[in-house]
C-alpha cells in the first residue's frame, strides 16, 4: 500500500520560512520522481516542484529563488524549505508521485501566509 504523508505546514507573516517534509512508503522512493502541487481557494492545483531520482529538480516560475525541493532516499522523505514566503503562496500543499503507472497523493497541508 502507496501512502504518503506531509508535515511542516501552517501560519507565517510575509517573508518567513516553512519547511515542508512528505515521508512515503510502499514505493521504491530511491527510484521515484517526487513532486509538490499546490491548491488555492478557488483555484486549479498547481505543479511547484519537482525531483527526479537523480537530484534533478524543476520549480515553477512563481517560486524559482525562493522553494528548495531535495530528497533524503535513506528516510524516503522528500522536503520543500520555501523561504521569503508571501500571502500568495497561501495554499493547501499535496506531496504526489507517480508509480507503476499510478498516480499517488499525500492528505495535503495547509500553509497559510499572513500580510
Known amino acids: 500500500q502507496v501512502r504518503l504523508v506531509e508535515s511542516g505546514g501552517g501560519l507565517v507573516q510575509s517573508g518567513g520560512s516553512l519547511r515542508l517534509s512528505c515521508t512515503a512508503s510502499?514505493?521504491?522512493?530511491?527510484?521515484?520522481?517526487m513532486n509538490w502541487y499546490r491548491q488555492a481557494p478557488e483555484k486549479q492545483r498547481e505543479l511547484v516542484a519537482t525531483?527526479?531520482?537523480?537530484?534533478?529538480?524543476n520549480y515553477a516560475n512563481s517560486v524559482k529563488g525562493r522553494f528548495t525541493i531535495s530528497r533524503d532516499n535513506a528516510k524516503n522523505t522528500v522536503h520543500l524549505q520555501m523561504n521569503n514566503l508571501k500571502p500568495e503562496d497561501t495554499a493547501v500543499y499535496y506531496c504526489?508521485?507517480?508509480?507503476?503507472?499510478?498516480?499517488?497523493w499525500g492528505q495535503g497541508t495547509q500553509v497559510t501566509v499572513s500580510s
Open positions: 525531483v527526479t531520482p537523480g537530484g534533478g529538480t
Open positions: 504526489n508521485t507517480v508509480y507503476l503507472l499510478s498516480t499517488y
Open positions: 510502499g514505493i521504491a522512493f530511491a527510484r521515484s520522481g
